[in-house]
């Protein structure tokens, strides 16, 4: 049964996290944490291409089933994370270089066996996750683009559907916040697929941020996705406060209580758009000590609302006050 005192119960859409498996089967105050606080969530890496497709005949659900499972038991959502992406491919299809035909083949075989697997259980998607360039409007020059062509991604939407037609589908990338001119290129996309009919029906957005992102580019984010009628997920957020990488500084009582009014913007930000079109918020990473930013940053950092101990910081009240 899902849990009724927790961080999710108080807030009027989904909450959730990116969880690592290893900590869920083997840290009892990390599961707690999760069973408690969530009432959705995301696989860390558990469900990405070199975890599940390691080989091009073998698929390896171990991990994500057991995840699954415990999603299961608490009462908890799982959103899938990630079908189609530039990192965390395995080797055979990071180096592919046979014939477009075949490659078309895998890419559908792919898709399909990992959403089959799934169907029932899993009933969200980022079918396409980080298809633009890190700045700018241009698409990134993955294995897919590059022999596949642009329209891989409508196709890969296509193929998702037709495994489960009730999934719920997502475009997932980064840097909304950042400016027009990526957020710009991500929602002419997302719009031209609606446009075609294809089916997708959210989006969703990192929202890797930091403590001094302006309140214009959060808003425009949220704003300007919720402008394209879909559902609208802010699927990794997590709120840097060390962006300029300063080596051996600590989080002081007043960087905290300035992290908690950026968590508070942006839940209010969000809960300003339509009910219908709010799918959740979910954080990347559960607490400030399994967060991926320190180690992608190589610098330290707390970008979450609960500490390295499990407990809840100002972010937490924040978050709560948000709504
Ligand atoms: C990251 C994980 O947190 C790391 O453990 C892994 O080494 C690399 O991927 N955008 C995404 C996520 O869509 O899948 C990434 O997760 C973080 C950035």
């Given at each position: ?18 969880v ?13 944490l ?12 558990a ?53 477009p035909a075949?490659f ?31 700045e ?7 294995v897919w ?29 980064y ?11 991500i ?61 051996g ?49 190589g610098?330290p ?13 100002p ?9």
């Amino acid at each position: 049964p899902v849990s009724t005192d927790g961080l999710h119960a108080k807030l009027p859409f989904p909450f959730g996290a990116a969880v690592n498996v290893n900590l869920i089967r083997n840290n009892a105050q990390y599961r707690n944490l999760v069973a408690k606080e969530m009432n959705s969530i995301t696989a860390e890496n558990a469900m990405k291409p070199a975890a599940l497709h390691p080989s091009k005949d073998l698929y390896v659900w171990n991990d994500a089933d057991y995840l699954v499972e415990f999603a299961k038991q608490s009462g908890k959502r799982v959103h899938g994370h990630t079908l189609i992406w530039h990192q965390s491919l395995p080797a055979w299809l990071e180096n592919y270089n046979g014939t477009p035909a075949e490659f078309e083949q895998i890419f559908k075989t792919h898709i399909q066996t990992i959403v089959s697997h799934f169907k029932g259980k899993v009933a969200s998607w980022d079918v396409v996750n980080e298809a633009f360039e890190n700045e700018g409007g241009t698409l990134r020059n993955s294995v897919w683009r590059r022999i596949l062509g642009d329209d891989y991604i409508a196709r890969a939407f296509q193929y998702a559907h037709e495994a489960d037609p009730a999934a719920l589908l997502f475009y997932n990338d980064y840097g909304h916040e950042y400016g027009p001119t990526k957020r710009n290129a991500i929602i002419n996309l997302v719009n031209s697929l609606k446009a075609r009919g294809i089916p997708i029906h959210g989006i969703g957005m990192q929202m890797h941020t930091r403590y001094n992102q302006s309140d214009a580019n959060l808003t425009a984010a949220i704003t300007t996705a919720a402008s394209t009628g879909l559902k609208v997920h802010i699927s990794e957020l997590d709120i840097s406060m060390n962006p300029e990488k300063t080596q051996g500084i600590m989080l002081t009582p007043a960087t905290a209580q300035l992290q908690a009014t950026r968590y508070k913007f942006i839940v209010k930000a969000y809960n300003g758009i339509p009910k219908e079109q709010q799918f959740g918020i979910t954080t990347w990473n559960v607490t400030d000590g399994d967060s991926w930013v320190p180690g992608f940053n190589g610098a330290p950092d707390w970008p979450l609302p609960f500490d390295k101990n499990y407990q809840p910081k100002p972010a937490y009240q924040g978050i709560i006050e948000g709504v």
